[in-house]
């Protein structure tokens, strides 16, 4: 039996049978506490929890999962044992409180006995220690020999957390023969390799609480897992997961484009392995949205597609491979999985990106390791500078250099390596932009002596612009700068931030020998702009020819918010006077900040009218024109300079609608080209200046969005149209008040019930009492309550409320002949509280609960005393 034909075989005898089928889940799992979907339950976790009601009482599906990173970190396992996969696929039916054992077991049995056809002979059991009814139900209903149900312990015992459902579970277990291992049943920890588990039944029926108490659940329920690979290794009698039919033609054509034949060598055959296998992992993440990163999700992927181009490499193969592997998995599991046969295009551009970028660093990574290796004593480890420098360096993650060393009999120094991981996150955090970094302030001043000033030509021209580099310098912290004779990048200035991109160097053939990424750009001196870089590969050099590309995606986003900064300038002027001059501003590609003076906050109708006139603008859609004059002639234009740009005797001026003012910025080329822009703050930063924040564009639009979705979610938990959302909210309120109101009342009538018991306490008319677990206001309730009992002149009452601190209460009568107030206020002192002033009443609070009877007796002798 084949793959494909196990999926709808398995389906079709429990849908048979009354199971409704449901098709596999996203690898990213809507339950934040995992990375992956790592089980055939896990979609199903709300209906076993009750949180959801569930489509159907009964469900089968075939769930495709990951396990890989967290607690299932053993990837380097992959390839090199017989049944460990990152990806595979858990065939499972599901009772949600329908059926139970009686139908769970004897279904089990039926299928793998009858529908796969497996002999009974070589089929044995286990059931939890206590669980007798299964045990039972296997031995007299299915007819299992007594001698083959074994019971175990924890290994038959399946909970979702420390709390929640759980319960029992029963296994079925396949005896692979006696040249795997002695006899003795899966109970025999000595024959782990003879037999191999295919099927679990998992039988929800307890509900445990936070004090460990366990409760029969109302509705018990049924989880089903079985391995679809292991159970194709029995069907087809293969000793292997690499070997059953789809992982097979996945290693054939592994073997096709690396050239290496299966069975030539062990270490090859190992390579083939990994890449069949990871081929598969990498194709199905991506297909749901994982992609390769330095974060979570996105680093386990990247962790594995890494690995696997590494194998590639070892073999010497120079080809980009991984998309060929992944026009594999399409076409072999395409056709029951339909959404990897829809995403291929995006699956393939991502790998091939990936494997491109990371064999770009490899060569000089490996060669780095091996020579490190070659100089290390036996059983030495790699320090953890060198890990660093290629995980830094040339992208290798430290478990790939733990695997090549482990490959050698060596491990990695983890300590050393996360001691260097510290200090880069410290220089980072403490690097800084400044004028002149100082180690290279030669260089720089060599640069301006000579002439060598940067042309910015970025405002046409935005990618493969042609340039030279002058000079590449380092920086105190080790951070590369590329200095170009003309560059399209704009360095950071007037407010607007510094563009990103990347310099490439090509040879002749047009092979890309050396790149970096440009993280930032900054003025190093005026007229020399500094590429602030991370080297992805190879190197650069004074002289050398590149080709320079700004990310254009970031620059229109920057563009949209710098021009929308200058509007906002020319409405607030209107609306608040002239006296609203800017005092700073922050053009980012997703917001923009813009400072200015004004002596009080902005009314919710003032912010209303400056967003108007920005919008109506933006809707007449007028050329935004961006000129260079001299300086007489823009300030004849009636040009506003921008707070703390600098400008000579030419400058350039924006005409932006009704706005005009000095600026060296890039902008839109129409006001339409801005979008929609919304004001999402308005504050004060100092004496006399406010500051707005503000977004433009697809930001806004996502805002929009987000506020949508909130709103609809409001309206649904209210119950109510979203058009009615206040509405709601007002009688909830309304509601919220009057039970706060009878609340009120009944704790009145409760401290009045217990004044009368206190009261009984009075000696000579007064009470002096510990009362704990009250909150401030009730115990103030109830110490006016005891006042007002008859025969009681005086009442202090001192007590820990449960949120904490401590409290003192006092209420006397016109004709107690002592104040409230005179009665707490040296009381206080003992809680280290503060307060007790009054008459009639009085009360403090502190910090003391441990001085509460000091304070009594103090309040007392202040009462012995009047």
């Not at 889940?25 to 009750?50: C, E, R, W």
């Not at 047009?510 to 020399?528: C, H, K, L, N």
């Not at 080209?673 to 919304?678: A, H, L, R, S």
């Not at 004060?684 to 639009?701: K, P, Q, V």
Request: hydrophobic letters at 40%; a negative charge.
């Amino acid at each position: 039996m084949q793959a494909n034909e196990l999926r709808k075989v398995f389906t079709d005898f429990f849908v048979e049978r009354g199971h409704q089928p449901i098709p596999s889940a996203s690898l990213i799992p809507h339950d934040q506490t995992l990375l992956f979907t790592n089980s055939g339950m896990v979609p199903f976790k709300p209906y076993f929890q009750g949180d959801e009601k569930p489509p159907s009482l009964r469900a089968v599906s075939i769930q495709k999962c990951v396990r890989a990173g967290g607690k299932h970190n053993d990837l380097d396992e992959v390839g090199r044992t017989s049944r460990h996969l990152t990806f595979f696929e858990m065939m499972g039916n599901f009772s949600f409180g329908d059926y139970f054992k009686k139908t769970a077991i004897p279904s089990a049995w039926e299928f793998v006995t009858e529908a796969l056809g497996l002999d009974p002979e070589r089929l044995w059991v286990t059931v939890h220690l206590s669980d007798d009814e299964a045990a039972e139900i296997w031995r007299t209903t299915v007819g299992v020999p007594a001698d083959r149900i074994q019971r175990l312990d924890e290994d038959n015992w399946w909970r979702m957390a420390d709390t929640g459902p759980n319960g029992p579970s029963s296994e079925i277990f396949w005896d692979k023969g006696p040249e795997y291992g002695p006899d003795g049943g899966p109970a025999n920890p000595e024959a782990d390799e003879r037999y191999m588990e295919i099927w679990n039944l998992v039988f929800m029926q307890f509900e445990t609480d936070a004090e460990g108490n366990s409760k029969p659940l109302p509705k018990p329920s049924i989880d089903t897992g079985a391995g679809l690979e292991r159970i194709l290794m029995v069907l087809q009698g293969k000793e292997s997961v690499f070997e059953i039919d789809e992982m097979a033609r996945l290693i054939h054509v592994a073997s096709e484009v690396t050239g290496y034949a299966l069975g030539a060598d062990p270490a090859s055959d190992l390579a083939l392995r990994v890449l069949a296998e990871h081929a598969r992992t990498t194709t199905f993440l991506v297909s749901d949205g994982v992609f390769p990163s330095n974060e979570d999700r996105g680093y386990v992927l990247r962790r594995i597609m890494r690995r696997a181009t590494r194998f590639a490499y070892l073999l010497g193969v120079s080809d980009i491979i991984t998309p060929s592997l992944v026009d594999a998995v399409v076409h072999i599991m395409g056709p029951d999985y339909p959404e990897i046969v829809q995403n291929h295009d995006l699956i393939r551009t991502v790998v091939e990106r990936e494997e491109t970028q990371f064999r770009r660093r490899l060569a000089n990574g490996l060669k780095m390791l091996d020579e490190e290796l070659a100089r290390l004593e036996p059983g030495a480890s790699v320090p953890g500078t060198v890990a660093f420098t290629l995980h830094d360096t040339y992208g290798f993650p430290k478990e790939v250099t733990a695997e090549v060393a482990a490959e050698r009999g060596h491990g990695i120094d983890i300590d050393g390596f996360e001691t260097e991981m510290t200090k880069q996150r410290e220089r980072a955090k403490a690097s800084k932009k400044g004028a002149v970094i100082a180690a290279d302030a030669d260089v720089v001043s060599q640069l301006v002596e000579d002439g060598n000033l940067t042309i910015f030509v970025g405002r046409d021209h935005f990618t493969n612009v042609q340039a030279e580099v002058l000079a590449v310098t380092g920086g105190d912290d080790g951070a590369p700068s590329i200095f170009l004779n003309q560059s399209p990048f704009y360095a950071e200035a007037g407010g607007q931030s510094g563009d990103t991109g990347v310099i490439q160097k090509v040879d002749a053939a047009g092979v890309v020998v050396a790149e970096a990424r440009v993280t930032d750009t900054i003025y190093a001196v005026p007229e020399v702009a500094r590429h602030l870089v991370e080297m992805t590969t190879g190197e650069f050099a004074p002289g050398d020819s590149v080709i320079v590309s700004i990310d254009v995606d970031r620059r229109n986003r920057i563009r949209r918010h710098h021009t929308a900064t200058h509007l906002i300038h020319w409405a607030l002027r209107e609306v608040l006077g002239e006296g609203a001059k800017q005092q700073g501003s922050l053009v980012a590609p997703d917001r923009l900040r813009f400072d200015f003076s004004h002596f009080e906050a902005l009314s919710p109708a003032q912010i209303i009218t400056i967003e108007d006139m920005v919008n109506a603008e933006i809707l007449n859609n007028s050329p935004a024109t961006h000129a260079e004059v001299s300086r007489a002639e823009a300030e004849a234009m009636g040009a506003i300079a921008f707070f703390g740009d600098k400008y000579g005797e030419r400058v350039r001026v924006l005409r932006a609608g009704p706005s005009i003012e000095f600026c060296g910025g890039t902008h839109v080329r129409a006001l339409g080209d801005i979008g929609p822009v919304k004001i999402v703050s308005e504050s004060s930063i100092g004496s006399n200046i406010r500051r707005i924040e503000a977004i433009a564009g697809d930001e806004t639009i996502k805002l929009i969005r987000s506020e949508q979705a909130t709103l609809a979610e409001a309206a649904e938990a209210l119950n109510v149209p979203v058009g009615s959302v206040v509405e709601g909210i007002q009688k909830r309120v309304a509601e919220s008040k009057a039970q706060q109101d009878e609340i009120a009342a009944l704790r009145r009538k409760l401290a009045v019930g217990r004044a009368a018991e206190l009261a009984s306490q009075a000696v000579d008319g007064a009470i002096f009492a510990r009362v704990d677990g009250l909150a401030r206001n009730d115990l103030k309730d109830l110490a006016m309550a005891v006042r007002d009992q008859p025969e009681v002149n005086v009442v202090v009452l001192a007590g820990a409320p449960e949120s904490g601190g401590a409290a003192l209460a006092a209420a006397v009568t016109p004709d107690a002949g002592v104040e409230a107030g005179a009665m707490v206020g040296p009381a206080a002192k003992e809680i280290q509280g503060g307060g007790g002033k009054g008459t009639d009443f009085a009360m403090a609070g502190g910090k003391n609960a441990e001085g509460l009877d000091s304070a009594l007796a103090v309040a007392k002798g202040v009462f012995d005393a009047r």
